[in-house]
């Protein structure tokens, strides 16, 4: 059973005996407190996505959701179902657009490291590997000389993610984005 510091985004915990997802965590240490950070963390209901906001102690226990993770890569859209076929046995798995709106960001027909999370073989889910490539639809032109300096300019990705990019990045440039941060790091 991990601490409240040793959890992460994206994991999974059993809380007053249902599963939820960790979506956001945030850090703070209060003054006048002796010892240890407070983690307030927004978690979403597995089943029925209600979210609730807790605080938990740093020293705090949680108990981790039994969960399967398979690894899948992006088939089609149905409308507001979105398909992953398994890589190992082909399996599809449907989610709906409303429950994975975040992470669609980052996913394009050609990305790798996708998982679906399975809860009693339904999926509820969808995990995005740490890093992306993807490619820049439109920016403003570049500047020539812009690598000499550290200023950036907005630019759409063909998923509809907009991101800061140095000022010699141009439109069609496959680039590597951060999706905890949601920031460019470097070109692909």
């Known amino acids: ?100 709106e975040d992470e669609l960001l980052f996913v394009a027909e050609d990305t790798q490291g996708l998982q679906v999370i399975l809860i009693d073989a339904a999926p509820k889910a969808l995990v995005v590997p740490l890093t992306v490539d993807l490619v820049i639809e439109e920016t403003d032109p570049s500047i020539k000389g812009g690598s000499a300096t550290a200023r950036t300019k907005p630019a759409r990705l063909t998923t509809g993610l907009v991101v800061q990019v140095p000022e010699h990045i141009s439109t069609g440039d496959r680039i590597r984005v951060n999706t905890e941060e949601r920031r460019f790091l470097s070109r692909a």
């Open 1 to 100: 059973m991990p601490k409240a510091n040793e959890i992460k985004k994206n994991m999974a915990v059993e809380f007053e005996g249902r599963a939820y997802f960790i979506r956001d965590i945030e850090r703070s240490v209060p003054q006048g407190r002796a010892g240890g950070s407070l983690y307030r963390m927004r978690m979403y209901d597995v089943v029925n996505g209600n979210k609730i906001d807790h605080t938990f102690k740093d020293s705090d226990m949680l108990t981790l959701a039994d969960l399967h993770r398979r690894d899948v890569t992006f088939s089609y859209a149905d409308g507001d179902e979105y398909v992953f076929m398994d890589n190992e046995d082909y399996t599809q798995y449907s989610l709906d657009k409303s429950s994975i």
